[in-house]
Each structure stands twice: as C-alpha cells, then as structure tokens.
C-alpha cells in the first residue's frame, strides 16, 4: 500500500512537473524575436532594428514616417499588453475583460469623457501629424498581425481574448491620461471646500498655508514685498447650495473597488506628494568640456513594466534618442543631434469645478438667469458576464457632471456607509477641449534644432503643464514652462465655483509670451523641481499649490558648491543624493518640544539627536524621523478633521510641514489640545504622544532594538503588475519591490504613501543626463527593465542599477551600438 502511494505521489509531481514545463514552453513562444527578418505590411522601406547591450533599440530606417514604424512595432513587441491595457483606461472599457469588478472605474472614465476627447482633439490634428501617428499605429499593428494566439503576451491568453487593432485616437487617450496624473489641482478645490465646510474658512486657510513668501522660484528669488510671492487663495464666492459633504472623500470612495492600479492613477496625484520630477541644466561655463550638461528625473507612479520605454530613432537628419511612452510615437524626454530637453510636472491651476443648478427634468442648467439645455451624451459600457451597463453622460457648458459617476458608483456599491450624494458639479478642464494639439508638439519638438523652432513647437502644447528645461550643442540653455492656461473673470480657481453666475467663468488663456521663460540666464544654470515659476509682481495666476522647494534648493546648492568643472559623474552624484531638507527643517523643533519617558523612545530620540538628515538606506534617523513625521498631522488635527478629511489632508506634506511648524512655534496651540479628553494637552504632549506611536509602529516592524534599525528596514519601493497585481496568484511572478533611501524632499525622490505607510509608489522612473559636448558622454536608466514579459530576463534587469543610480549609456553612434548588439531584426517591406 505504501508503495502504491509514493508511486501515485510520484506520479502526480510528474504530472505537475510536465505541465509547468509545457505552460512554460507554451509562454515562451510569446518572447519578442530579436533576430532575423520579418515581412511586415505598410513600410516604404526596410527597417532595420539593432538591440544594443542594454536591449534598447535602436530603429534605422530611410524615412522618418518608416522609423516611427519601426517604434510601433518595438513597442508591441515589449509592451503590447501595457499598451492594450492603458488604451483601455483611457476609453473607459476595462469590463469588457475584466468583468463587473471595474464598471464604476469605466463609469468614471467615461463620464470624464477621455476617448470622447481623443477622437475630436484626432479630428483637429494638421495632417502632417496625422500621417506621421499612422506610420507608428501600422507598426502596432504590423507586430499584431503577424503575431497570433499564443504568440501574444500571456496576459492575453491568460484573460482569453486578442487586441483589435490600435488607431490615432488610441494613441491620444493615453496622452490625455498622462495629463490627467499630472493635474490633480482638482483635489485641493474638493480638499479646501471640505475642511472649510468642517472647521471654517479661517482654520482650513491654517492648515493649507501657501508658498513661502519668500521660496525659492525658477525664474530667481523671490521679491523682498510681504505682499508679493504669498498667493493665498482667495477662492470664489461661496455658493449658496454648496454641500457640507465631504466632496473628496465620496470621489475617493467612488474609487475604492475595482482594480488597485486604476484607482492609483484616477486618484494617484490627489493622494500623494512628490508626483513631480527634477530637472535642470548648466552651459558651457560651469562644465568640464565647455559645452552644457542637462539632467532629467521624472518622479510618476511604478508598475511594471515602467511607464518609460527607451528607443533610438534614425533616418537621415532625424536622429533622436531618449525616454519614450509605449503607445505613443514621441520622445518625451531625451535629445537629438541638435538640442536636449527635460520636463517637470509645472501643477497650472487648469482644472475647476462648478456647482450647477439643473432644472427638475435634469435636462438643463441655470446659467445668467437663462436655463441651457444640457448635452446628453448615452455611453454603453460592455461588461464580460453580465448584461450592458448604460450611462448617459450630462454636459454643461463648464463640462461633464462628475458628479453623476460619484453618486451612481457610489449608490451601486456594497460599502458601508454610504458618502451623501454630492450636489451636481460640472468638470472644466483644459485637456477636455475639442482642439488639443500637445502630440504634435511633441513631435516638432523632436526635430528642433534651436531654441527658436523648440519654443515655436510649444505654442500649441496644451496639457499637461510642464516645465521644459532645454540645451543646444551651440551652447546655449533656456527654460519655457507651456501650456494652456485660464484666465478666470472671477476668483482664482482654489474652491469650486457657482456655475450659473457666470462670474468665475474662464474668458481665455495666458498669452504664450506671458508664460514663464528663460534664456541663457547670467547664473549660467536652471533648476526646477515642481517649485513655483516665478514671484514676479506682474506674472500671471498659473497656480497655487508648490511643494516645498527642497529640491530644487538641494540641486543649487550643490551646483553652488561645485562652482565648475562640472561632469556627468557630478550630475549623477546630484541625482544620487539623499539629503532630507525636510528632516533638517523640522527635526530639531520636533526635538525640543518632544519630551519621552518609555525607555524605546529616549533611545529613538537619542538616535535622531544625532541624525545628520541623510536618507540613506541604512540610516535609523531616517525611519525614526518619517515615523514621526506620520503620526504628527494626526495626533494634531485628526480629532477637528475627522477620519474622512484626514484620508484627503494626510499626504499633503507640504501643507502639514508649513502647518505643524507653524503651530509650534505659536506655542501651546488650540490646535494641538485633543478635543476628545477632558484634559487639555499642549503641543509637548502631542509630538511625545506622536513620537511614541512612530515609534511603536517601528518596533512592531524592526524589531525592538533600536541600534538594528534601518530606513530601507521598512521603505520599499513597490511595482505592481498593470492589471494583474491584484491576483495574488499571480503577484510574485509579475510584480516587484526593493528597499530603497531617500524621501519626499531628497533630490533622488522616495516618498512614502500616507495610506499604506512606508511603502514607495512614486519614482524617478527614467533618469538622463545628456552631455552636448562632441564627447557625448550622456547616459540614462529606465527603473525596471525594458521589456513587458515576465519570462525575458529584461523584465527586471535595470532595477538593481536604478537602485544604485547606476546609468546606462546613451549610444547614438553606429559602432557602439553594434558592439556587443544582442540581436538585429530587419523589417522587409511586403
């Protein structure tokens, strides 16, 4: 009996064994060819297609329209599932595959009206542009072609169906997306209405303090007025139907279901810090060569695969290389053989809300005294499984009624309890207009060769908002921070407006001459890091909310103290550095008014006595000073905000560090009384109360012996899988984590998420430093790896250098990219 059991055991771990071979061998037919030919429909010419030691491809082809081609099918080939999996983002159709679980994520999206943006903004295109995304789309859909059943990315056969083909609106949806995660001002409109609504206009106005007066500005400093440089907000006139509701929280919760990787984009920038970027550049004068050096980290959500996608492109005089975004033909950071670029997010207010009033039938809004029929746009929602969900999408003339997603995911959900149903409010937003040509100036820019026909390709950018830094190989450097910006005839766009008085209506844009700009300024360098353009008296209103400049004064300073010779290792050091100005700013007021008496926590103030304020991954003060630091805006202000507005407030750390300095030194503040007691605590007891919790949250994660702790004992940066991270099946083969250094204000970026504390979702997911000089000693890194198959080894295989801040180089020249080439595939026209 005994041995008719091992040998029936024996047989099923065979079995088992054979099967995972055979679906492993079965998956690994779907791994991208990399050598050979390949006859493919829609080029003029051949396209030859060389993958260097890095696996970044470099695309020859004769023509530019057949190297674009040659993009699309290297994208398909590494990323067709991300891209399929975005494009079905943008138009609102994740249920056709995923089932009832993301209805009220497709009912947002398609209420906002992404797709419907897409196709007019396609319709208003110049030709030329066209032409030129059809050429990327054929190469898209030349790799589908010849790519069938199992030859498709697993993802595909895991979920059972196949992609249709990719069209131009495609490509723009996901440029719409990208916008939508880079102007999240909406968040702080609903953020202000519902503290004001909780506590009052006055005590909100305390805990969202505005830009320092004096910060530091990119275009110099700040004016020496108390009047100028501070824009705080005025807001609107308080609409008489305004709800008291918690607008942010019934929008968080509308959100909440669903796929997880969804709703980090849809509410990514309104629930976190530091989605922004560094950028900056010097001439000639500060560097080794003589010639400019230009630097790039764009910090924006992870996944895997990364956002960013590297690629060279070369036919004849168009030659570019640099960081490209699978589903869309452009590089979007990177250089030509000409001029350098880099951006960073700008934040432009170019988002209102506006409360409506909408007749009994819900079929028209008051507008002036006058009722407007309202658009009635009907939308159809394909759901795998069950029947069709409709939707039938209102318009005002400020935009869709978002509100009617909020109210209808939330009344259809099982949560408990439920937010009150919000009053009708319309989404304006500069990326939803009918003409939005940013692609093409995407693409002209891409072909640039001065600041001339650079600045002429930005006039027609429209969203998102970015400041673009710029170097030539003739020495010069610039800045011009683009896009369509409003001008309101009323208020400044910080709360939600009444929509029906036509007082805060938007009457045009800020001319582009207007806009803040830069050219070979006698500093001989440019630095931006999110923080504000310009405190100039006579600037127009572009925005209100900055982070705190750390940043950028970090990457000053230490420009400052090299003084010259600057070198690509100096610009790697910089972009490596993990100097917390955050920490230095508020560890020793914390310090003194911290008082412990349990024996951990003098440990752990001790520990942080002595804290130099590096970030670094094996620092203690580090993961004491962030534990702190998370328990402070609670221990504070979570009694008077409640549990719903601190879901909004509590990663605002901008705002909290501003707030908590600021009550501190107001000594023993109202605020920081706990109105739950009976007693009355004063500002030491709050912070020792909040050091104590910190504290105890790292104990229960590190252990009780403060001499072993270490800040990447707990901060980890986490990369889910797009679309798959919540199978938990499946989440150790497709998505991945490290632990990493720095936090929110570091130039090499780690901030923490406030709702799932320590963990790391936003990056610098594609760093370059671009050197102009005849040398060409430029080098960029992607953060996890190039392609989109979990089975490829280059899946993954830039993290470890991205965790070190190792770059890779950035071969534009034949014969080093030929050397140690790991495969060349020539496209044969049919």
Not at 233 to 258: I, Y
Not at 477 to 484: L, N, S
Not at 728 to 733: E, S, V
Request: hydrophobic share 40%.
């Amino acid at each position: 009996m005994r041995r008719l059991f091992v040998k029936a055991l024996a047989g099923v771990v065979v079995l088992v064994a054979m099967i995972g071979v055979a679906g492993y061998l079965y998956l690994r037919q779907s791994l991208p060819v990399i050598d050979g030919e390949r006859m493919v429909e829609g080029l003029s010419s051949s396209v030859e297609i060389v993958r260097d030691a890095d696996n970044v491809p470099h695309i020859f082809a004769s023509t530019k329209q057949d190297a674009l081609y040659g993009l699309g099918y290297v994208h398909a080939q590494d990323r067709l599932w991300q891209m399929e999996f975005q494009r079905r983002v943008g138009h609102g159709r994740l249920s056709e595959i995923f089932g009832d679980v993301t209805v009220a994520q497709d009912r947002f999206l398609r209420t906002i009206g992404f797709g419907r943006a897409a196709h007019s903004a396609w319709s208003h295109l110049p030709d030329g542009t066209r032409r030129q995304i059809e050429a990327y789309v054929a190469g898209v859909n030349g790799f589908i072609a010849t790519h069938p059943g199992r030859r498709l990315p697993p993802e595909f056969s895991l979920l059972r169906f196949a992609p249709a083909p990719f069209t131009g609106p495609d490509v723009l949806v996901w440029i719409k997306m990208m916008a939508w995660d880079l102007s999240a001002n909406y968040s702080f409109e609903l953020m202000r209405h519902d503290i004001a609504a909780k506590i009052g206009a006055e005590r909100m106005a305390e805990l969202m303090p505005p830009y320092a007066e004096h910060g530091l500005s990119i275009l110099g400093p700040a004016p020496t007025s108390p009047e100028v440089g501070r824009r705080a907000p005025r807001g609107n006139r308080p609409a008489s139907s305004a709800s008291s509701a918690s607008t942010f929280n019934a929008l968080a919760q509308s959100l909440s279901g669903g796929l997880p990787g969804v709703t980090a984009l849809l509410l990514g920038g309104a629930r976190t810090e530091a989605l922004g970027s560094n950028n900056w550049v010097v001439d000639g004068t500060l560097t080794a060569t003589g010639s400019p050096l230009l630097a790039n980290d764009p910090h924006l959500g992870t996944n895997v695969p990364s956002l960013w996608y590297l690629a060279h492109l070369s036919a004849g005089d168009f030659d570019l290389i640099g960081a490209t975004l699978p589903g869309t033909p452009a590089v979007a950071i990177g250089r030509n053989r000409f001029i350098a670029w880099g951006e960073t997010n700008m934040a432009a207010d170019v988002e209102d809300f506006f409360l409506e009033r909408i007749d009994s039938t819900g079929t028209s809004a008051e507008f002036r005294g006058a009722l407007e029929p309202l658009r009635i746009v009907p939308e159809t929602i394909v759901v795998k499984g069950a029947e069709p969900v409709r939707v039938a999408v209102r318009i005002s003339r400020h935009g869709p009624i978002l509100s009617d997603a909020i109210n209808a995911n939330n009344a259809a959900s099982p949560a408990t309890p439920k937010p009150a149903p919000l009053e009708p409010m319309a989404f304006r937003w500069t990326a939803l207009d009918e003409q939005d040509q940013t692609v093409d100036a995407f693409m002209r820019l891409n072909e640039a060769r001065n600041w001339d026909e650079f600045t002429s390709a930005l006039r027609d950018f429209v969203a998102p908002s970015q400041n673009f830094v710029y170097a030539d190989v003739d020495g010069h450097i610039g800045y011009y921070a683009p896009g369509r910006i409003p001008v309101r005839a009323g208020g400044d766009g910080s709360r939600p407006a009444e929509g029906w008085t036509g007082e805060s209506e938007w009457t045009g844009w800020v001319p582009f001459e207007d806009l803040p700009h830069l050219f070979d300024p006698p500093e001989h360098f440019i630095v931006t890091a999110n923080n504000r353009p310009t405190a100039a008296v006579d600037a127009p209103l572009i925005a209100l909310e900055y982070p705190e400049p750390y940043r950028a004064q970090r990457i000053v300073d230490l420009i400052r103290q090299q003084g010259s010779g600057l070198t690509p290792d100096h610009f790697r050091a910089i972009q490596a550095d993990t100097l917390s100005l955050h920490g230095r700013t508020l560890t020793p007021l914390l310090l003194q008014h911290a008082h412990p008496v349990d024996p951990v926590d003098r440990q752990a103030w001790d520990v942080l006595a002595r804290w130099d304020f590096d970030a670094r991954p094996d620092s203690a003060g580090a993961a004491i000073f962030q534990a702190w630091f998370l328990r402070l805006a609670p221990a504070i202000v979570g009694d008077e905000l409640g549990p719903q507005l601190m879901i909004g407030y509590r990663g605002r750390f901008s705002y909290i560090t501003r707030f908590v300095a600021a009550a501190l030194a107001a000594g023993d503040s109202v605020w920081c009384d706990d109105t739950g007691t009976p007693s009355r605590e004063t500002c030491d007891d709050t912070v020792t109360s909040a050091l104590h919790d910190g504290v105890a949250d790292l104990v229960r994660l590190l252990g009780g012996d403060v001499s072993r702790w270490r800040w990447d004992g707990v901060h980890r940066a986490v990369f889910p899988h797009q679309g798959l991270d919540a199978v938990g099946l499946l989440r150790p083969l497709l998505s991945r984590s490290l632990p990493n250094g720095g936090d929110w204000s570091t130039v090499n970026v780690g901030p923490v998420a406030a709702d799932t504390p320590y963990e790391q979702h936003s990056v610098p997911g594609y760093r370059q430093i671009v050197d102009l000089s005849p040398a060409n000693d430029s080098r960029f890194l992607d953060a996890v790896g190039q392609s989109g198959h979990f089975l490829s080894k280059h899946y993954d295989d830039s993290m470890a250098d991205w965790q070190a801040v190792r770059h890779r180089k950035m071969r534009m020249d034949r014969a080093a990219i030929e050397q140690g080439a790991l495969g060349r595939l020539r496209l044969i026209a049919r």
